[in-house]
């Protein structure tokens, strides 16, 4: 069975520091795997998608995630962050292809001034 | 292209009562999924249909049922509600397999209370 870990349920940075939210799965065939994040009163929005092409995947806002199967994880990572980034990131793994998610616990990002 | 809507956007029920949720999803989207959202569980699946088939199920009881129609828009329903039904309820939909898989498009979410 699939499943996702999120280390860190809260991650606090300073406004221009690098953000990173940890994100460890297991799967018993590779993984399509993603970064969803949600904002407050709203749904989730796909940030970036792993499928095998590419180990290193760019997404929106500045985001971009590391493949890496030997340690089974799937981090994501954002150089400076903004203000904006404050929300709540989700990471998902999708097992055989379809689009049932099983989805982490979440990681709440907070940007401080 | 307009998103996924979901209605009604906030609901309170009590005990015992039943609800349906609806959502539209994003002109051309086949497949629809539901998932719900609680601050105890996170968020889990509960189903998803394709061309008005259920495709897969989460590990929900039979209590909760959906539907899609021929327009791919869906409903769920909960029946006989229990206080820990309250949650946020997530629509997604999605282009067909392929390519595009796992692309969840969400609405905004029926946040339902039970009281």
Same mark, same amino acid.
């Given at each position: 069975a699939q499943s996702v870990t999120q280390l860190g349920s809260h991650v606090s940075v300073s406004e221009g520091a690098l953000v990173l939210l940890r994100c460890n799965y297991s799967s018993s065939v590779p993984p399509y795997l993603f970064w969803y994040v949600q904002y407050p009163n709203q749904g989730l929005q796909l940030l970036l998608k792993y499928?095998?092409?590419?180990t290193l995947v760019k997404g929106i806002n500045g985001f971009e995630a590391e493949f890496k199967k030997s340690e089974t994880s799937f981090h994501l990572t954002k150089p400076s962050a903004h203000m904006s980034d404050a929300a709540e990131y989700f990471c998902a793994v999708s097992e055989g292809?379809?689009?049932r998610l099983t989805f982490g616990e979440g990681t709440q990002l907070t940007v401080n001034p | 292209k307009a998103g996924v809507t979901q209605t009604p956007r906030y609901l309170i029920k009590t005990r015992g009562q039943q609800v349906t949720l609806s959502c539209s999803p994003i002109s051309g989207h086949r497949s629809v999924s539901w998932y719900q959202q609680t601050p105890g569980q996170g968020l889990q699946f509960l189903f998803e249909y394709f061309s008005e088939t259920q495709r897969n199920k989460g590990?929900? =009881?039979?209590r909760f049922s959906g539907r899609q129609f021929s327009n791919s828009r869906s409903e769920m329903n909960v029946s006989? $509600?229990? $206080?820990?039904?309250s949650a946020l309820y997530l629509c997604a939909s999605s282009p067909d397999?392929? =390519?595009?898989?796992?692309e969840l498009f969400f609405g905004e979410g029926s946040r339902l209370t039970v009281l």
């Open positions: 499928t095998s092409a590419a292809g379809d689009s | 590990n929900f =009881p039979g006989t $509600l229990e $206080l820990g039904d397999r392929g =390519p595009h898989t796992g």
